[in-house]
């Protein structure tokens, strides 16, 4: 077992392992840690944590210190910066007019490079963009190209369901999503409904993916004929929560509608298209 010290740096919901050492930490407490880009600026979500050293991809780097007041101003400084140098660059590439949407800017605590984050649909040549940003800044330049999803992550904002978005607030890694997740469910699959802010399926849907993936398995098919203790009919509506089915039971002359446990009902579960494994994500 090795004990390390859990550590988030800004903007970026995922956190990372660093060897403790001798130091005793609080969660809250800002440190400057080793990393593969030069020391950079965290913060401690988890103090003191025990995992096994065979689960570790790599060797884990060192906290250097806890932050002093110097460095907090250091901190603070950058990210005043941070606005001028956004609206440079976006006057630097409507000049050079490429097609590419600046996302965020930051720069590094050693001083020494700004990473410029951005969004296109195609390739795009931004070395004349590197030199023109090199000599007003006269630092190393970085442009890093992201996708919509991660374009989500880094600026935030509410989800359809009146939260944080999750990759911004919750998710340390952002995963795979399906069109067969939000089928599984039962859900519309209307775009509008099932799409966050990015424009893709909602990472919520995989939270419960499991559950529902078994459920699907248990459950007869909307419109198909089962077999009841009434009777046979038709599936009108399923429950997955309550493992129930609604069921339209013509009989003598008269319709009727009844709710039956799905351990009631006789039916055989039609198997999964081609279609349905496929997915989107």
Do not use: W
């Amino acid at each position: 077992m090795v004990t390390v010290a859990v550590i988030k740096f800004r903007g970026n919901a995922k956190p990372y392992y660093f060897r403790l050492g001798k130091f005793e930490l609080k969660k809250g407490q800002n440190v400057i840690v080793e990393t593969t880009h030069g020391a950079e600026f965290g913060v401690v979500v988890e103090p003191e944590r025990e995992v096994e050293e065979s689960t570790l991809a790599q060797p884990l780097k060192n906290i250097v210190r806890i932050a002093t007041e110097k460095d907090e101003e250091i901190v603070r400084r950058n990210e005043q910066r941070r606005g001028e140098a956004m609206r440079l660059c976006k006057e630097r590439i409507a000049a050079r007019g490429l097609d590419m949407k600046l996302v965020d800017c930051e720069f590094t605590f050693d001083g020494n490079k700004v990473i410029f984050t951005f969004t296109a649909e195609n390739r795009v040549d931004f070395r004349d963009l590197v030199k023109d940003l090199a000599s007003i800044f006269h630092l190393r330049i970085e442009l890093k190209q992201v996708g919509s999803r991660d374009e989500a992550r880094i600026l935030g904002g509410i989800a359809p369901c009146g939260r944080v978005c999750c990759c911004a607030s919750c998710i340390p890694d952002l995963k795979k999503v399906s069109i067969k997740m939000a089928k599984n469910q039962g859900l519309s699959l209307n775009p509008g409904k099932i799409s966050g802010l990015c424009g893709r399926l909602m990472c919520c849907l995989a939270y419960e993916n499991e559950y529902y993936a078994e459920a699907c398995k248990k459950i007869p098919k909307l419109g198909g004929t089962v077999s009841t203790p009434e009777g046979k009919g038709a599936v009108i509506a399923v429950d997955m929560l309550k493992m129930t089915a609604r069921v339209k039971i013509e009989k003598d002359g008269a319709v009727f509608y009844r709710d039956f446990a799905v351990s009631d009902l006789g039916f055989k579960r039609a198997e999964s298209t081609d279609e349905d494994k496929n997915s989107q994500e």
